[in-house]
T-cell receptor, first 116, second 115 residues
Framework: ETGVTQTPRHLVMGMTNKKSLKCEQH?????MYWYKQSAKKPLELMFV???????ENNSVPSRFSPECPNSSHLFLHLHTLQPEDSALYLC???????????????FGPGTRLLVL | AQSVAQPEDQVNVAEGNPLTVKCTYS??????LFWYVQYPNRGLQFLLK??????LVKGSYGFEAEFNKSQTSFHLKKPSALVSDSALYFC?????????????FGRGTSLIVHP
């Protein structure tokens, strides 16, 4: 295991539901990431938090709302999603030293999301 | 535009044969290049990275990659493939965005090693 955990591992939700994905890292890292992985597409970076501040938001729809209460936890709040949002959502962490340039990312196992 | 490309969706190789998974990049400045592997129902795992120095980088599980600046490539290689190497492989490059280096991943290449 990589030291990054994600819950739940699987989630089925309706378009009117509100749910949250949780990520926790036990590596002492201070940068955390959310990615969306869809079949036959590049891994899409959604959000980056460094030292608990958001440093990247890749034009993600507002129905996805991240929260980083501390350097060990990252949440992705979901509301009024669309079927095309069904994907594997991966969390990753790394240590922040010099502009996130050289650090290796450690990934969680992902949450498989299905929106009906 | 800064990007990374993996031109092959799938690579097939017989067990015991050498394997190559291709990656090319387009960035300004010095690139930071990474390879990750994803096994079924798992997150991505780090294999190796090139930051500076020797162009040949050795990583986990017997994999290596060669940084070629003139060809802007960072191909992943292994001298003798194992069936257990079958997985999805991602190349990534750090892209400068808003003062920070943000990771950008390729589409992934599915490696299938046949017994």
């Amino acid at each position: 295991e990589t030291g990054v955990t994600q819950t739940p591992r699987h989630l089925v939700m309706g378009m009117t539901n509100k749910k949250s994905l949780k990520c926790e890292q036990h590596l002492g890292h201070n940068a955390m990431y959310w990615y969306k992985q869809s079949a036959k597409k590049p891994l899409e970076l959604m959000f980056v938090y460094s030292l608990e501040e958001r440093v990247e938001n890749n034009s993600v729809p507002s129905r996805f709302s991240p929260e980083c209460p501390n350097s060990s936890h990252l949440f992705l709040h979901l509301h009024t999603l669309q079927p095309e949002d069904s994907a594997l959502y991966l969390c990753a962490s790394s240590s922040y030293r010099d502009s996130l340039g050289r650090e290796t990312q450690y990934f969680g196992p992902g949450t498989r999301l299905l929106v009906l | 535009a800064q990007s990374v490309a993996q031109p092959e969706d799938q690579v097939n190789v017989a067990e015991g044969n050498p394997l190559t998974v291709k990656c090319t990049y387009s960035v300004s400045g010095n690139p930071y290049l990474f390879w990750y592997v994803q096994y079924p129902n798992r997150g991505l795992q780090f294999l190796l990275k090139y930051i500076t120095g020797d162009n040949l980088v050795k990583g986990s599980y017997g994999f290596e990659a060669e940084f070629n600046k003139s060809q802007t490539s960072f191909h992943l290689k292994k001298p003798s493939a194992l069936v257990s190497d079958s997985a999805l492989y991602f190349c990534a490059v750090r892209v400068l965005s808003g003062g920070s280096y943000i990771p950008t991943f390729g589409r992934g290449t599915s490696l299938i090693v046949h017994p």
